[in-house]
């Protein structure tokens, strides 16, 4: 059974800083893409960042430049640094991998991100 584990979310000002983390119960490496979800009180989740198998990484345009995911294959762990935060960045962030065939997708239960003003 995969299991996904988030941590580092909290409280920052704007401008701020965070790095969450996101711990896999097993080698990432049997994944193939994972990404960053997010989800505001009253929206759909939606997609912050995801990183592929090999490494390549993508983004929405309006994130560009802010946030930076990345995977640590050693540690079996999935990071996203975020930079320059706004409170419109308030959300819950869950973490995504989808096995190699992108038959299965796994979430973890997500870490409160709350920027204040």
């Known amino acids: 059974q995969v299991q996904l584990v988030e941590s580092g979310g909290g409280l920052v000002q704007a401008g701020g800083s965070l790095r969450l983390s996101c711990a896999a119960s097993g080698s990432i490496s049997s994944f193939n893409s994972m990404a960053w979800y997010r989800q505001a009180p009253g929206n759909l989740r939606e997609l912050v960042a995801v990183i592929s198998h090999g490494g390549s990484a993508n983004y929405p345009e309006s994130l560009k430049g802010r946030f930076t995911i990345s995977r640590d294959s050693t540690k079996n762990t999935l990071a996203l640094q975020m930079n320059n935060l706004k409170p419109e960045d308030t959300a819950v962030y869950y973490c995504?991998?989808?096995?190699?065939?992108?038959?299965?997708?796994?979430w973890g239960r997500g870490t409160q991100v709350t920027v204040s003003s």
């Open positions: 995504n991998a989808q096995n190699l065939l992108g038959t299965r997708s796994y």
